[in-house]
């Protein structure tokens, strides 16, 4: 059987058997296997367990605020390879340090730091939801708040290791990559422990993160299944799916996040399920990027012989049959349908809410999921030109890429995390105004790089395509500095962001709103179902109002009132 | 409700409890320090600023890139973040 087809076969089936076993449980081995986990995560770890209190919430932030500083030093360590992209030499003097930070030195870190944040960020979320929406605590709190300081650790370790030439650096990015994964595979363990005693079915947003969780390792399962020798074929079609399982998770806490920030459900739950499933039986055309493969020899360092040599989305005819193009070209352009159907949904319910403008997470998630459908298709066009092996877009993925993690997934994730904020460590944003502002920032800048850069892009294509070489160099020089300095606003957004979650005041004092059997009062707006009620997690205990009676506790009132 | 400023660079210089001339105290010293230096130029026409004048050419030898300007922002950012972080953490 073709490769590809076998390859997607394999990874679809293991989360099939993994999502039959977690609704019909595993047996007698159940009780076995979860006290192993349980003494693993906490008395195994000796010493080490009593290093944190383990105070309820508290590791969810701390993965929260490790995120956001890895976030931050990812969109500046993303501005200085932006940078060093037109002037290869500008930091030359840092070699009197025996530092070689030119060329393109920056660009591992810049992934590994933005992607590591982003990822820290989604955990602290998950650790947040799926307990509470089990209605059970998380089963290890300081175990969970270990593991952020050892993912904080990896990031760091990559990073320096990515500095340091020979095989000694390689084995240390290598050593922070795992160390980061090995981390969270604890937090996958911590979370399918607390769901374990969960009495009501999985909702939605459990469904999305557990899913995604798990996806990202079954895709590199699939990758090492399918053997060295398939490698070049299945390299990117495991990056890819590692990209599919990321929204995953950024969908399932967005759809968390409006109906608990709001109190409105979101519109369409056949949409929500359609996304799930379409997300999994698809593949993300996003962030395809050749550069990558300087990433993924670093991540891929005990098996880089032969492994990411070479490896491309071969075209077909070539070296693949055209089946495998065939299947992947599909499951990429119906990816598509499923950016539209979340974005439909989210924006239907940010809308609603009239809180956009005025509250800094929703503004936030509306930037994202306005963006979304935009960049899959843009990102569509770039991979399958790149699979086909024309070749005519090559020089726009690399800026199709940074369009699409930082104008899409990033604001998502972020605008998400920051909507349960409160929910987690009960403290609101030290000011909405101020935060607004930030998106303002984070948004023009991310927009402003991406045109810019795709106007320098478009412009080289053309005159590549003219035989005008020479005009090439003057037009991309003119823009490529301007690129730079608008991604600069993102930088700022992202700092006045995480300045405005760290200097945060505590609200909640008389208790939060939401306890954990759900929110505690719930306002109804128009018509609604007791479908999309319990999907909001609304529970008996709830009490319901309609927008008439709504008082200044709930909703998007209060926001509009801090202005 | 509480009173947004933003982020200014006087807003992070003055404290909570600040008087109320603080910022045209402020003001006031930047203005002084301008005087200082046009006068010190007029008496002593010709001579470097004593300290600056040694240290900016030790700068322009490492620094000879606008990148630097953003990174010293970037710099500021992440310690006034670092600073925030461990002033709360130690209220708290």
């Known amino acids: 059987m073709n490769t590809i087809v076998l390859m997607m076969i394999t990874f679809w089936g293991i989360l099939a058997v993994f999502a039959w076993r977690l609704r019909a449980g595993i047996g007698f081995l159940g009780d076995v296997v979860a006290g192993m986990t349980g003494f693993m995560l906490g008395k195994a770890l000796g010493p080490g367990a009593t290093i944190l209190e383990g105070r309820s919430g508290t590791a969810s932030s701390a993965w929260i605020n490790h995120g956001m500083i890895w976030l931050f030093l990812g969109a500046s360590i993303t501005f200085v390879d932006l940078w060093l992209g037109h002037s290869p030499n500008a930091l030359h003097s840092l070699q009197s340090w025996s530092w070689d930070l030119t060329g393109d030195a920056a660009y591992t870190p810049s992934v590994m730091a933005t992607f590591g944040g982003m990822i820290m960020l989604l955990i602290g979320c998950s650790l947040h939801i799926v ?61 399918l422990l607390s769901i374990r005693e969960q009495t009501t079915g999985l909702q939605a947003p459990q469904w999305f993160i557990i899913i995604g969780l798990i996806g990202y390792f079954v895709s590199q399962i699939t990758f090492v299944l399918m053997g060295k020798d398939a490698a070049p074929h299945t390299l990117w079609i495991s990056e890819q799916l590692h990209i599919g399982m990321f929204l995953c998770v950024i969908f399932g806490v967005v759809y968390y996040a409006i109906p608990s920030t709001t109190g409105i459900p979101i519109p369409s739950r056949s949409l929500v399920a359609l996304t799930l499933v379409g997300t999994v039986f698809t593949v993300s055309p996003m962030t395809y990027d050749p550069a990558m493969l300087t990433f993924l020899d670093l991540t891929w360092f005990p098996l880089n012989h032969g492994v990411t040599a070479g490896a491309s989305f071969p075209p077909c005819g070539a070296e693949v049959n055209c089946t495998s193009s065939l299947i992947i070209t599909t499951l990429m352009a119906l990816s598509i349908p499923v950016m539209f159907m979340f974005s439909t949904n989210v924006l239907t319910a940010v809308r609603r809410s009239g809180a956009i403008f005025e509250d800094t997470a929703l503004t936030l998630i509306a930037l994202g999921a306005f963006m979304l ?124 962001l995480a300045q405005n979650v760290v200097r945060g005041t505590r609200s909640h004092d008389s208790g ?38 709504n008082d200044d506790q709930v909703g998007p009132t209060v926001l509009s009132e801090e202005e | 409700m509480e009173d947004d400023t933003g982020f200014g660079l006087l807003d992070y210089m003055r404290s909570d409890e600040e008087p109320a001339l603080g910022r045209m105290a402020i003001a006031m010293g930047f203005i002084i320090l301008l005087i200082f230096l046009v006068l010190y130029d007029v008496l002593y026409p010709g001579h470097g600023f004593p300290v600056v004048s040694d240290v900016v050419p030790l700068l322009s030898g490492v620094m000879d890139s606008s990148i630097w300007f953003f990174i010293l922002g970037i710099m500021v950012g992440f310690f006034s973040l670092v600073a925030s972080v461990l002033v709360k953490a130690v209220e708290e």
């Open chain 1, 131 to 191: 307990p509470r929406m089990s209605d059970k605590a998380l089963a290890n709190e300081t175990n969970a708040g270990l593991m952020a300081m050892m993912f904080t650790v990896g990031i760091l370790l990559f990073i320096l290791g990515s500095q340091v030439t020979h095989d000694i650096g390689n084995l240390m990015a290598f050593g922070g990559y795992a160390l980061s994964a090995l981390s969270t595979v604890a937090i996958i363990a911590n979370l």
């Open chain 1, 373 to 496: 459908p935009i960049m899959a298709i843009a990102s569509l066009f770039t991979t399958l030109d790149a699979m086909s092996g024309s070749n005519e877009l090559a020089a726009a993925i690399s800026s199709i890429r940074l369009g699409a993690v930082w104008t899409a997934i990033i604001p998502l994730a972020l605008g998400g995390t920051l909507a349960i904020l409160p929910d987690v460590s009960g403290k609101e944003l030290e000011s909405q105004a101020s935060g607004v502002k930030a998106v303002w920032f984070l948004g023009l800048g991310a927009v402003g790089a991406f045109m810019v850069n795709m106007m320098s892009d478009f412009a080289e294509i053309s005159f590549a395509e003219a035989g005008l070489e020479e005009g090439v160099s003057s037009t991309a020089a003119e823009l490529e500095p301007i690129a730079s300095i608008l991604f600069y606003g993102v930088v700022l957004g992202v700092l006045f």
């Open chain 1, 512 to 549: 939060p709103e939401f306890s954990i059997l759900g929110p505690s009062r719930y306002v109804i707006s128009g018509t609604t179902t007791v479908r999309d009620l319990l999907t909001a997690g609304v529970t008996l205990d709830t009490v319901l109002s309609t927008e008439d009676d």
